[in-house]
């Protein structure tokens, strides 16, 4: 019976620790990520989230993945007068069972995500005020749909405002792994 309850009080407490989405997720996903790491990780993107280049400096260092949402709306930017070497696209299911492909950028270089920063700031100079919250279903299914991996641990946070939505992966260093603009995605009918 001590080992029983020893073992809930154990479960319990594991499970209080882990950050939870609000919804079920695609079979096949698995999302494993501590609340103390969705504070901070929340706590860094309210902080460097913003229309200034030195600060998403802090938190878009190479190597960064801009998915197809967001490079579909920058890569024309003038900060890109050079294409970054890993343009690219991603093949994305449709709801209908088809494929698409859509363009997205690995920015591997310094240059490559300075650049990034430079016009990630003229975006976002236009946004207004952004909430910083967990990703809703239809986000993390977007989201989902772009990614090549199954098990998410790195806390996965959306910078919401009245035009875009970013979902904002973070790596291991504190800095963002994947960015992109679920709001602006479009699709071909």
């Known amino acids: 019976m001590k080992r029983l309850i020893h073992f809930l009080m154990v479960f319990s407490f594991t499970t209080c620790l882990c950050a939870e989405l609000k919804f079920r997720l695609p079979k096949g996903a698995k999302y494993k990520v501590s609340k103390a790491q969705v504070t901070r990780a929340t706590d860094t993107l309210?902080?460097?989230?913003?229309a200034d280049t030195n600060r998403l400096q802090a938190i878009l260092r190479a190597p960064i993945m801009c998915g197809p949402g967001l490079w579909d709306r920058i890569k024309s930017?003038?900060?890109?007068?050079?294409?970054?070497?890993?343009?690219?696209?991603?093949?994305?299911?449709l709801p209908d069972g088809r494929m698409q492909e859509c363009p997205a950028a690995l920015l591997q270089s310094s240059g490559e995500a300075q650049a990034f920063c430079r016009?990630?700031?003229e975006l976002l100079s236009g946004a207004g005020t952004m909430t910083v919250r967990a990703p809703d279903e239809q986000e993390f299914k977007l989201y989902w749909a772009t990614i090549p991996f199954n098990e998410i641990t790195d806390p996965l946070l959306v910078a919401a405002g009245?035009?875009?939505s970013?979902?904002?992966?973070f790596g291991k260093k504190g800095a963002?792994?994947?960015?992109?603009?679920?709001?602006?995605m479009r699709f071909k009918r």
Not at 46 to 50: A, H, M, P, R
Not at 77 to 93: E, G, M, Q, W, Y
């Open 119 to 121: 016009a990630l700031s």
């Open 162 to 164: 009245t035009n875009h």
């Open 46 to 50: 309210k902080e460097n989230f913003v």
């Open 176 to 184: 963002l792994f994947w960015i992109d603009d679920v709001k602006n």
């Open 77 to 93: 930017s003038t900060n890109f007068l050079k294409r970054p070497i890993a343009d690219t696209a991603l093949k994305v299911p």
């Open 166 to 169: 970013f979902i904002c992966q």
